[in-house]
């Protein structure tokens, strides 16, 4: 839960780097959309696992529900931002965020599979 109001509060602080200037290019914005993509497929894991076990079976967890939210959040930044055109510097701390982000859907996933083999 501290990693996910960590994340929630780096994409608050790349929100503020997306007002910064520098030019606007079809290759931040490509590079950014393959990194969102990776992110999407980390999460699309995470659901995956959770509908394969049957732990939707009774509702979504909590946890689950931050996590798509958060999730959503971080998609609707993108994508507004996607229409403006990222500038390298913005390309570069949105890459960084979703490359944090990636890890930690990566790590709770592993979490989720260490605490359902027990």
């Known amino acids: 839960m501290k990693k996910l109001l960590g994340l929630i509060l ?5 929100l503020t780097l997306v007002a910064c200037g520098g030019s606007k290019n079809d290759d931040n914005n ?9 992110l999407e497929a980390a999460y699309q894991d995470i659901y995956s696992y959770y509908e394969d076990n ?5 509702g979504t967890p909590e946890g689950l529900v931050t996590l798509t ?4 959040e971080t ?3 993108f994508e507004s931002n996607l229409a403006d055109g990222y500038s390298e510097e913005e390309a570069d701390a949105m890459i960084t965020l ?17 605490i359902m083999a027990e």
């Open 69 to 72: 939210d958060g999730h959503n």
């Open 10 to 14: 780096a994409m608050a602080m790349v």
């Open 30 to 38: 490509a590079a950014v959309q393959a990194k969102m993509d990776e």
């Open 98 to 114: 979703l490359d944090e982000q990636i890890v930690i859907y990566n790590d709770m996933l592993e979490g989720m599979k260490a």
């Open 75 to 77: 998609k609707a930044t």
């Open 54 to 58: 049957g732990l939707l079976a009774e």
